[in-house]
């Protein structure tokens, strides 16, 4: 079955830098790959996803990447602000399944 | 306001006591699920349902049971036979591939 591995488990970087989640799946026929923003006690939000299609999306400072032929895709975040500082997932999916596989999560610290 | 809501949002048993956890949602949305988070971890499967009257294991569903008699609602019973339920619940919800996620009810055994 589709396995999903996320790195770093913490990554550390100063406010204003760039900070940059990487996973890697196995299941070559996944095709949808969301990321998932965790605050402290809330469940998660979606904050950008992409589909096999598509090379890269972005979304203001946030943009993901995809890489078919090596199977991993990555989050970047830019100019980083304190209200990024949570725990971030990386989820694998195919369109004619409704079960996400998941990460195991990145916490993200934003020094000020 | 359309979206996913979990009662209660704090939630104590006494050993050897069942309880039970409410999803709702209004989103019109198939499939629902219901997974576990436990303390810096990641996300597992517990159950998950994709029409009414129809609901799959999922990873960890020992000690565990949902129903699923209308489309909005899904419920997920904690039952005395989970030994360490104490946990962060999450239900989520979705019409295609995009999971929604409701608020979480955190479980803590006395």
């Known amino acids: 079955g589709e396995n999903v591995e996320q790195h770093p488990s913490t990554l550390s970087v100063q406010e204003g830098d760039s900070a940059v989640i990487k996973c890697t799946y196995s299941?070559?026929?996944?095709?949808?790959f969301p990321w998932y923003k965790q605050e402290l006690g809330k469940g998660p939000q979606l904050i950008i996803d992409?589909?096999?299609n598509v090379g890269e999306k972005k979304d203001q400072r946030i943009a993901v990447t995809l890489n078919k032929t090596a199977k991993h895709f990555s989050l970047h975040i830019t100019e980083t602000q304190p209200e990024d500082s949570a725990v971030y997932f990386c989820?694998?999916?195919?369109?004619?399944?409704?079960?996400?596989?998941w990460g195991a999560g990145t916490k993200l610290i934003i020094k000020p | 306001d359309g979206g996913i809501t979990q009662s209660p949002k704090y939630l104590f048993r006494k050993e050897g006591q069942n309880v039970t956890l409410s999803c709702e949602q209004n989103l019109n949305h198939d499939a629902m699920y219901w997974y576990r988070q436990d303390p810096g971890q990641g996300l597992r499967l517990i159950y998950y349902s994709q029409i009414v009257n129809d609901f799959q294991k999922g990873d960890i569903a020992e000690g565990y049971s949902v129903s699923r008699e209308k489309k909005e609602s899904f419920p997920l019973t904690v039952t005395s036979a989970q030994k360490n339920p104490t946990a962060f619940y999450l239900c989520a919800s979705t019409a295609t591939d995009t999971q929604y996620f409701g608020p979480g009810t955190r479980l803590t055994v006395l």
């Open positions: 992409i589909r096999s």
């Open positions: 299941d070559s026929a996944s095709n949808y």
């Open positions: 989820a694998a999916s195919m369109w004619s399944n409704y079960q996400l596989i």
